[in-house]
């Protein structure tokens, strides 16, 4: 049988050549087989998550290479590994997040999203997952709505929308009691037995390890023993889970979810989003541009969320010629797109800082940005309806209907389209401003 991912002398330093230089990852082989669960196990600091995520291509290797389905990463092309990242790899982390401007149903969504389904293909898959982790009543609430519990289903239905052929699981079981950590593990187990996904897991519990087929031990950054399982923990150690369940369907299997995923940091947490929030930006911004025209300009809006570089860097990547490594833009194309961006950023930041106030110099961006003329009342609804948005008291529909609705009515009274765009804008805003 062909290993479904197969890692090829990978080694990691991080800070290399720096005084802070550290050996994460020594030289590493390993193969992994469709339907496997395997299990890397070893004390904190010996490397598990920089492996799990070289798996993922989420940490790129300093030496060495890891092929997934018969494609190395260093083979892959951009788009192969958003393809990778999309589809083919579900990530369950320490702790979740939610976008709280949208709903569960829409969160639980987005990664079709990003794919451009339509929104009836999508949400019928949404529906199913939601279903399955027992949280479809909750669809069309606002994570704020949910209890912690909940949440975390959410991001686990998240991670399995596109039904990843391959999960990596992060500690996902780290401070939680016992039986708490043996509904998660359960979870894992049926999507391994029953939907036959590959999985991997991280963890340091000794307890965990009857689980996998496969247990591979870590020490110092090195593989240094490898155990296959031969027996399996029997299916019947589900039972317990299922009478847990039918009692007390919230508190035990969702309190336990929620710990579990506790301990991603916010630097993380952007990290994740902000590939869906470049993607966000530039399809809002760009309708017309060729698919490398707006690949290029996507890794480098990327750069700018993440600090790593200004506007007017990016402006001047965009104008240079493809060959040159440059985004085909034209000169004045990129000047209008990096001016756009950093009044969009602007408004970010400064709604970051507050929410009434903000609320009232955003008004004004968006009255001199799509040109619109109100009246002093009109004026103050446009102040009170953004500053409820900004505070999540409302959501995006209710936004759209109140910029929507006639003055007599007591709404705005914009044109539909100028609501629409209004409330398009403030929902960009709203995601970018999330972390
Ligand atoms: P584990 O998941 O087994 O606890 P990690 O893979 O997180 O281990 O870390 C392995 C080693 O690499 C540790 O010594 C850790 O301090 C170091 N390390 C991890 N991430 C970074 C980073 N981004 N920069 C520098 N060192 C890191
Ligand atoms: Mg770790």
Not at 5 to 29: F, H, M
Not at 299 to 321: C, G, P, Q, W, Y
Not at 378 to 394: D, H
Not at 409 to 419: E, P, S
Request: charged share 30%.
């Amino acid at each position: 049988m062909e290993p479904i991912i197969s890692i090829d002398k990978l080694r990691v330093i991080y800070n290399q050549g720096k005084s802070n230089e550290s050996r994460a990852l020594e030289e590493t082989n390993l193969q992994i087989f469709p339907k496997e669960y395997v299990i890397i196990y070893g004390p904190s600091g010996c490397g598990k998550s920089t492996l799990l995520y070289s798996i993922a291509g989420l940490q790129k290797p300093t030496y060495g290479d890891i092929t997934i389905s018969g494609k190395a990463f260093s083979k892959m092309t951009k788009r192969e590994k958003l393809e990778l990242h999309q589809t083919g790899i579900g990530l369950i982390f320490q702790a979740f997040y939610l976008i709280p401007s949208l709903t569960i149903l829409d969160n639980v969504c987005l990664p079709k999203a990003f794919r451009g389904e339509r929104r009836t293909d999508r949400e019928k898959d949404g529906i199913q997952s939601l279903r399955r982790f027992g949280i479809v009543e909750q669809a069309d609430k606002y994570p704020s709505q949910l209890s912690g519990g909940q949440k975390q289903r959410v991001a686990i239905a998240r991670a399995l929308v596109n039904r990843p052929q391959i999960v990596l699981a992060d500690e996902p079981v780290g401070n939680l009691d016992s039986e708490s950590a043996r509904n998660v593990l359960q979870i894992l187990k049926e999507l391994n037995e029953v939907d036959q996904q590959t999985i991997i897991m991280v963890t340091h519990n000794p307890e965990h390890l009857a689980y996998a087929d496969r247990v591979i031990h870590m020490r110092d950054g090195r593989v240094i023993k490898e155990e296959v399982n031969r027996e399996k923990r029997p299916i019947d150690d589900t039972k317990k889970v299922e009478t847990i369940r039918e009692e007390d369907p919230e508190t035990r299997e969702l309190s336990l979810l929620m710990s579990s995923f506790r301990s991603l940091l916010p630097q993380q947490v952007n990290m994740l989003l902000v590939p869906y929030k470049a993607k966000q930006l530039l399809s809002h911004l760009l309708s017309d541009l060729s698919e490398e025209q707006i690949s290029m300009a996507e890794t480098l809006v990327r750069e700018v969320l993440f600090h790593n570089i200004e506007s007017k860097a990016l402006m001047e990547r965009l104008d240079l010629d493809y060959d040159k490594g440059g985004g085909g833009w034209n000169r004045t194309r990129a000047e209008n797109f990096a001016l756009r961006l950093d009044q969009i950023l602007e408004q970010v930041e400064s709604l970051k800082k507050s929410n009434e106030e903000a609320a009232s110099g955003f008004a004004d961006y968006l009255i001199a940005h799509f040109h619109i003329t109100l009246d002093a009342t009109q004026m103050l609804r446009l102040r009170n309806v953004l500053a409820l948005r900004i505070g999540s008291k409302i959501g995006q529909t209710e936004l759209k209907k109140r910029l929507d609705m006639s003055q007599k009515l007591g709404g705005i009274g914009l044109h539909t389209q100028t609501a629409e765009k209004v409330a398009r804008e403030t929902e960009m805003i709203m995601l970018l401003k999330y972390s």
